[in-house]
């Protein structure tokens, strides 16, 4: 189920994204390819899909959520072109491709990280792609500052590289992790949510329980394929993490340990689902997804 879902939400945000890459002017024409480049260059689209099965869990039309979708994707593509600058991560490749310091230069892809990142609260307030009533739209921007800012994703990159070398316990690994990686996928949650224009302070409290969930197992299973995949199959170079002395959860539980703390995720994710009926049944899908995913 969840191959024929993937494909049909990844066409629905890939038009929708696509809309939003043409120049205003020949001038900036290298800025949007490298925008471009960095968004409509693969990815699984796993924050859209969530966006979108969010909605439909509470009796959305997916349509609703393109604007959810698509800002959730710019933020973290974005999030990717800035980590693997020299200055943070140093990688070459992404998505088996390479990265858009490599194809370009690296203050074009600053600058193209930086676009993207103001494109995304954009694309929540342009009325093709998000028309929902302007107080939901204003919850929804509150939403992902806060998620893409210092308190959430870009904290945790910050403890990121504050922390290699060092020997983190699991609640500081998890500390950084709910920020670096999880802020955003509970916000593609609670975005798709909010855009259905039905969600209850209740179903908002128990997707927030199976996001905070499925983010931290998502990077639990990152954490697992650096460690058991290559790079081909990841797209990006296996083995960085350990190369660079950083702090995973299999260096930390131990290898099996770590998949029987994703597996506990994935349950803790699953049981939050079920006040829900069958049109959450993406959701749970995508939270089986994220353990059993090989890249």
């Known amino acids: ?74 933020i973290h593509a974005y999030s990717l072109v800035h980590d693997d600058l020299p200055a943070m991560d140093d990688d070459d490749l992404r998505r088996g491709q390479p990265t858009t310091h490599k194809k370009f230069d690296e203050a074009c892809a600053i600058l193209a990280g930086d676009g993207l990142q103001s494109l995304a609260f954009s694309a929540l307030l342009e009325p093709t792609l998000n028309d929902c009533p302007a107080q939901i739209r204003l919850d929804m921007v509150s939403t992902l500052a806060l998620a893409a800012g210092p308190a959430g994703m870009v904290g945790g990159q910050a403890i990121d590289l504050g922390s290699v070398g060092l020997k983190l316990d699991q609640n500081a690994l998890e500390y950084m992790h709910r920020h670096k990686t999880g802020a955003l996928i509970e916000a593609s ?25 499925i983010g931290l197992a ?76 090989r890249s």
């Open 1 to 74: 189920m969840i191959g024929a879902y993937q494909a049909s939400s990844q066409a629905r945000v890939n038009a929708a994204l696509d809309s939003l890459f043409t120049a205003p002017s020949p001038e900036l024409a290298r800025l949007y390819e490298a925008m471009r480049y960095s968004v409509m260059n693969g990815g699984k689209r796993v924050r859209p899909l969530l966006a979108y099965a969010a909605c439909e869990a509470l009796g959305g039309a997916p349509e609703q959520a393109n604007g959810a979708a698509c800002a959730v994707e710019l």
């Open 189 to 213: 949650v609670k975005l798709g949510a909010l855009a259905s224009g039905r969600a209850t302070p209740e179903q908002l409290q128990a997707l927030q329980t199976y996001s905070r969930a």
């Open 218 to 293: 998502f990077q639990v299973q990152d954490d697992i394929l650096d460690v058991e995949s290559d790079t081909q199959t990841l797209g990006k170079r296996q083995g960085a993490d350990i190369a660079r002395d950083k702090p995973t959860y299999p260096a930390l539980l131990g290898l099996d340990a770590a998949k029987a703390y994703a597996l506990e995720l994935r349950d803790q994710a699953l049981s939050a689902l079920r006040p829900f009926d069958a049109a959450a049944e993406p959701l749970r899908e995508l939270a089986r997804y994220i353990v059993e995913r």
